[in-house]
């Protein structure tokens, strides 16, 4: 099983509102990634959780708070969000951070309005 | 820090003829360098993955090799299918290091 999984699929939520993505597996993966891709682009690194504690942080706004309540859980929350923060979202896991298979989850696609 | 060049950003070939798409990478110590393919609306989907002590690896119709000396690598696909049009992507990475992308190079498979 290399299954990630991502919920909502879509999201469509206001500039003051305040929402969670969520993501799970399932793998025993100690090492988990939230990427944001806009179309026609890679994706881009956002944070990086490796046991349970956050190791990257790749200057992202504040608006963005990501959590790990447990080794099979990652979630971002979401608030005071723009226009231009409209994209995919994608979840990813590892058994370790980097040099080792990363599996994505299908993504939450965000509309921010 | 690794930075990952990838080319062609397009391609179209016909059916049945194979596709190559091509990488380089700038960190000597990157050992590790996965191929994603990314279908419309759909997350990137791991399909062959090399280190840096292998040359070449096959899975059926999909082989990768590489390039140490030169730092380059590169995605064959042979007897392309309709259902091979996608976004590919390479990526390279070393211990403790998230994975750096290329830009993406998106193949038109035409029937």
């Known amino acids: 099983d290399t299954e990630v999984t991502q919920t909502p699929k879509h999201l469509v939520m206001g500039m003051t509102n305040k929402k969670s993505l969520k993501c799970e597996q399932h793998?025993?993966?100690?090492?988990m990634y939230w990427y944001k891709q806009k179309a026609k682009k890679p994706p881009e690194l956002m944070f990086v959780?490796?046991?349970?504690?956050?190791?990257i942080n790749e200057s992202v706004p504040s608006r963005f708070s990501p959590e790990c309540p447990n080794s099979s859980l990652l979630n971002l929350h979401l608030h005071a969000l723009q226009p231009e923060d409209s994209a995919l979202y994608l979840c990813?896991?590892?058994?370790?951070?980097?040099?080792?298979?990363?599996?994505f989850g299908q993504g939450t696609r965000l509309t921010v309005v | 820090g690794e930075n990952v060049e990838q080319h062609p950003s397009t391609l179209s070939v016909q059916e049945g003829d194979s596709a190559v798409i091509k990488c380089t990478y700038s960190?000597?110590?990157?050992?590790?360098f996965p191929w994603y393919k990314q279908e419309l609306g759909k997350g990137p989907q791991l399909i062959i993955d090399?280190?840096?002590?292998?040359g070449e690896k096959k899975d059926q119709r999909i082989a990768v090799t590489l390039n140490k000396t030169a730092k380059h690598f590169s995605l064959h696909i042979t007897e392309t299918q309709p259902e091979d049009s996608a976004v590919y992507f390479c990526?390279?990475?070393?211990?403790?290091?998230?994975?750096?992308f290329g830009k993406g190079t998106r193949l038109s498979v035409i029937a």
């Open positions: 990813a896991s590892s058994l370790l951070t980097g040099n080792t298979e990363a599996f």
């Open positions: 793998m025993g993966h100690r090492a």
């Open positions: 959780y490796s046991y349970e504690k956050l190791s």
């Open positions: 960190d000597s110590a990157s050992n590790y």
């Open positions: 090399i280190r840096s002590n292998v």
């Open positions: 990526a390279a990475s070393r211990r403790n290091t998230p994975l750096v």
